[in-house]
């Protein structure tokens, strides 16, 4: 089961996940945060997964996703609250040479430029 929460500050959209980012819901979660981006025309995006117990590949396909979108449009991303076993891998994936993981997500705020 996945939840999503999202939450507008500034131009950054913050989505805070709970749950598995796997096959069955990354497409489900792909969709929530596209119409989100769409829908409150923000710049940037930050995803917390301090609640995210696990993720496969599909789950990185979603965020290297979302990551190119944003980029694209001149925004920045960045992870924040990401436990020992998805920062492996986010490690292994390579996708830490793009993507900046932040301890909080108040950190992680303050780094993408509104707070």
């Known amino acids: 089961?996945?939840?999503i929460s999202t939450e507008?500050?500034?131009?950054?959209?913050i989505v805070r996940m709970a749950g598995e980012l796997d096959h069955h819901t990354a497409e489900m979660v792909r969709r929530q945060v596209e119409s989100e981006l769409d829908r409150s025309?923000?710049?940037n995006l930050i995803l917390n997964l301090e609640q995210l117990s696990f993720m496969d590949?599909?789950?990185l396909g979603v965020i290297l996703g979302r990551?190119?979108?944003?980029?694209q449009a001149g925004g920045r991303m960045a992870l924040c609250s990401v436990n020992d076993q998805l920062k492996k891998l986010f490690e292994l994936?390579?996708?830490l040479k793009i993507l900046r993981i932040y301890p909080t997500e108040s950190q992680a705020l303050a780094e993408t430029g509104v707070a």
């Open 1 to 3: 089961m996945m939840q």
């Open 8 to 13: 507008v500050q500034g131009v950054t959209l």
């Open 41 to 43: 025309a923000t710049e």
């Open 57 to 59: 590949s599909s789950g």
């Open 67 to 71: 990551y190119k979108r944003v980029t």
């Open 93 to 95: 994936s390579g996708m």
